[in-house]
């Protein structure tokens, strides 16, 4: 039958072209580009080391004060505490693009300068007199911070950034040395011969911080880090003895701050 026969003739023609598809196909399969699947992290994520070196331009040293015997409360007058820098080491974990967070010790030293006027009258002098005290201790600190930041968008090599962190300082106090001195008259300060010292006090303090900043792509697992940081540390005990003492109203502290950030990944 017709029909017979034109099926024979497909099947023959399918036959004879079997081969130049199949050898078509394997051309297109060995044209094709490779798939290779990367071990390495994408990019973005790993951990990375940082080194800060940072300078307070301005400390806000609140209101410290006296205790002295007798007299109460005195505030010093015309406090002031030194402009320390600081060093801060760190280890740290870019979880993506923008997001990244790190663990940070840092050291800084500084030095305490305070005068206050009790009232408590010289010794053998009447009412009218008092005693001028002034004070310095110098005082070192550790400071531990967990923090966290947000990178934006990155534009030639720079990226800026905000970053907020949260820790604890441990101040330790050095020996606190006075001087005093009778104003009104010339006789000496009730209890004082003109001099004395205190032991210095140390405690851990809250602290928290807020950071502003940008960073430059040095190479690809460099960059340059320069920024603003403005952290808070809890008041406590300055130094004493007996019933003498000093108290600090805390202090705040505005850096200005550069360093290195080095990707491990």
């Known amino acids: 039958?017709?029909?017979?026969?034109?099926?024979?003739?497909?099947?023959?023609?399918?036959?004879?072209?079997?081969?130049f598809f199949a050898q078509a196909a394997d051309e297109d399969f060995l044209d094709a580009p490779e798939i290779t699947i990367s071990s390495e992290k994408a990019a973005g994520g790993g951990l990375y080391l940082r080194?800060?070196?940072g300078y307070a331009a301005w400390l806000d040293e609140g209101d410290p004060y006296y205790r002295s015997p007798g007299s109460g409360n005195v505030a010093f007058d015309n406090a002031r505490f030194e402009e320390?820098?600081?060093?801060?080491?760190?280890?740290?974990?870019?979880?993506?693009?923008?997001?990244?967070?790190?663990?940070t010790a840092e050291y800084f030293e500084g030095r305490f300068d305070g005068t206050s006027l009790s009232a408590t009258p010289c010794a053998g002098e009447g009412v009218g007199t008092g005693c001028a005290f002034s004070h310095r201790a110098n005082f070192s600190a550790l400071g531990l911070m967990a923090n966290g930041y947000v990178d934006l968008a990155t534009l030639a090599g720079f990226t800026p950034y905000l970053g907020a962190g949260i820790g604890a300082t441990r101040i330790d106090w050095k020996t606190a040395h006075e001087t005093s001195s009778c104003v009104g008259a010339g006789g000496a300060c009730s209890g004082n011969a003109g001099g004395a010292s205190y032991g210095g006090?140390?405690?851990?303090?809250?602290?928290?911080?807020?950071?502003?900043?940008?960073s430059y792509d040095v190479t690809?697992?460099?960059?340059?880090?320069?920024?603003?940081?403005?952290?808070?540390?809890?008041?406590?005990?300055?130094?004493?003895?007996?019933d003498a003492q000093g108290y600090d109203d805390g202090l705040s502290r505005h850096e200005f701050r550069v360093g290195l950030r080095f990707a491990l990944w």
């Open 201 to 214: 006090r140390d405690s851990w303090r809250f602290t928290y911080a807020l950071m502003a900043g940008v």
């Open 51 to 53: 080194g800060d070196i």
């Open 220 to 242: 690809d697992r460099l960059k340059f880090d320069a920024g603003y940081r403005y952290s808070q540390i809890s008041d406590g005990d300055m130094f004493g003895s007996g």
């Open 1 to 19: 039958m017709d029909w017979r026969r034109g099926l024979c003739s497909v099947a023959f023609c399918a036959g004879l072209s079997a081969p």
């Open 84 to 103: 320390p820098a600081s060093a801060t080491i760190g280890l740290g974990y870019q979880f993506t693009d923008v997001i990244r967070a790190d663990l």
